[in-house]
């Protein structure tokens, strides 16, 4: 039995998925078993361990092959059992004891038992800088104790109210032991042995991910239909970099889905008989994230006018798929706890000329703006993982140059976005994170972690920090709209537009539904 305060730290979440359809495909028929499943993905990450990626075209693949203590119910935001059964959480929020199923084992055939979960989370804070997520869940951490084979006991240094959540995530997918003494580089590039319904078969980096039928699984998540081993044989994940070659092969049949549907292909997608499966995704919304120490990204006028100079609805009504919705806050409005700042985000370009004005930006002949022989030209840092992504900054190229900042893009692979954060040469980036949590707030902000964004130590870290340990739900309310209200106020990132996933689906394929956090679980799946 879950104790009083897991259920009303489960309950918090709930907020996530209230106003977004699971979206699932329609069904048809009786399910069979057997077939490959072709999946057309935008980009490789060029990792292939679940605690070290973060792109969803990647995490489609990886999330198949390991399994969480819990999970997420998409449509309620509840915490629910999987590898646990049950779980108990100290009344102070610091300490949360898992109790683990029976029978359960990793692909290479060692059980999933306590001390798995002990190498699991001893290990994911010493990955480095490509696991942020996994370490942002786990700070704090003082020790986790094997209290017998099947019971596992996590304690942190302050109370952590998000790390339930945290524990249904890909991000804190448990590998077995032999992994978690790989090396970081090794585990990107030789893979995991994961516990999930299918096991790693082959990567080639930048052409596709293979994956098997794991024979004899029968331990998956409380919320899928099917007990035991998955309809599906095997799943190719091709990288296919081109928006309307990846449509083009939907329509032929040479694959049977695709990732990163924008809306210049919907129409031609259903007219041809296509399923289009879409869900808006909780977290951080895509926006531009300034380099808060960089030359320009210091200067509060600049960031305050490119927050004013953005026509958000502009951006949503030309580029995204139907449903999206302009950026209201730093988070989505599927996030609990999200505040409406929309106030805050008024498109009103003649305030950011005033801005700049006033801080001593004058325009020059062509229209961009200079200060002392400094022309303010800004290079955003972009990855081509999503179609929608090039032509949303051509778009914001003319809307800022219009109060004469000009903005200059510089692509790069997906693979390539960690080494740049670190090594802090970008002016802003255009990117989002998504999560069914507030708490994807203080991985990308606080200056206490990975601080991607050089931040200075401000009233930001002290929310930040206060809602991950706020077990109250009032309390913690207002803590995650306090570090929403600094986020904007002082523009260290400018919201821009929420991202729904939208993905095409072949008609032949069945029950291809979205977990919580917007990506794909493929356990349920079926081909006719």
């Known amino acids: 039995m879950k104790r009083v305060l897991a259920v009303v730290l489960a309950t918090t979440v709930a907020l996530a998925a209230c106003d977004s359809g699971s979206g699932g495909t329609s069904e048809s028929g009786t399910p069979t078993s057997g077939g490959t499943l072709t999946f057309a993905v ?5 990792c292939v361990d679940p605690q070290q990626v973060g792109s969803n075209d990647t995490i489609y693949s990886l999330r198949q092959i390991v399994d969480s203590l819990t999970d997420q119910d998409p449509r309620t935001g509840k915490i629910v059992p999987w590898l646990a059964e049950s779980w108990d959480v100290s009344p102070d929020a610091k300490t949360f004891t898992f109790h683990l199923k029976s029978g359960t084992t990793f692909s290479d055939g060692t059980p999933v038992d306590a ?10 804070p010493k990955l480095g800088p490509k696991a942020q997520l996994a370490i942002g869940y786990l700070s704090g951490l003082t020790s986790t104790k094997v209290l017998d084979p099947k ?8 109370p952590n109210a998000q790390f339930l959540q945290a524990t249904s995530t890909f991000s804190l997918g448990l590998v077995s032991i032999a992994s978690t003494r790989k090396t970081p580089d090794q585990r990107c590039t030789d893979g995991v042995v994961g516990s999930g319904p299918f096991v790693l078969d082959q990567y080639v980096a930048n052409q596709s991910i293979t994956l098997s039928k794991r024979k004899g699984y029968r331990w998956g998540s409380s919320l899928w239909t099917k007990k035991g081993e998955a309809y599906l044989d095997k799943l190719v994940f091709r990288v296919i970099p081109e928006a309307g070659v990846r449509t083009g092969s939907l329509q032929s049949g040479q694959v049977d889905a695709i990732g ?18 879409a869900r808006a995704n909780p977290g951080l919304v895509f926006g531009l994230l300034f380099n808060n120490s960089g030359a320009l990204g210091k200067d509060p006028a600049v960031r305050h006018a490119v927050l004013a100079a953005i ?5 949503v009504d030309a580029i995204f798929p139907t449903g999206s919705k302009p950026a209201t806050s730093i988070l989505a409005h599927t996030t609990p706890y999200y505040a409406n700042l929309s106030a805050k985000l008024a498109h009103d370009p003649d305030q950011a000329k005033t801005l700049l004005d006033a801080a001593g930006w004058k325009a020059g002949p062509d229209g961009i703006r200079t200060k002392n022989g400094i022309r303010l030209s800004l290079a955003v840092t972009w990855a081509p993982n999503a179609a929608t992504n090039q032509p949303t900054l051509e778009l914001l190229q003319q809307q800022l140059k219009a109060v004469g900042v000009e903005i200059t893009l510089k692509e790069i692979q997906i693979a390539q976005f960690t080494e740049v954060l670190v090594s802090g040469k970008f002016d802003v980036f255009w990117g989002n994170a998504t999560r069914a949590d507030p708490d994807i707030l203080r991985s990308s902000f606080s200056t206490h972690l990975a601080n991607f964004y050089h931040l200075s130590p401000s009233a930001l870290d002290q929310a930040l ?21 600094l986020i904007v106020e002082n523009a260290y990132a ?15 394929v069945h ?6 956090s917007s990506r794909i679980q493929l356990h349920d799946t079926w081909k006719s």
């Not at 924008?262 to 997608?269: F, M, N, P, R």
């Not at 920090?465 to 929403?484: C, E, F, I, M, Y």
């Not at 400018?494 to 032949?508: A, H, M, S």
């Open 42 to 46: 935008g980009s490789d990450q060029g």
């Open 465 to 485: 920090a206060g809602q991950a340990a706020a077990s109250d739900p009032a309390k913690r309310g207002a803590l995650v709209k306090q570090a929403q209200e």
């Open 511 to 516: 029950n291809l539904d979205f977990e919580a």
């Open 151 to 158: 019971t596992v006991e996590v304690t942190f240094a302050q």
């Open 115 to 124: 001390a798995a979960v002990k190498a699991n989370f001893d290990a994911a």
């Open 311 to 315: 026509d958000r609805q502009q951006i």
């Open 260 to 277: 990163s549907v924008g809306l210049a292909d919907e129409s031609a997608l259903k007219a041809g008989g296509v399923v289009l499966n």
């Open 494 to 508: 400018v919201p821009v537009v929420e991202l729904t996933t939208e993905l095409g689906v072949g008609k032949n």
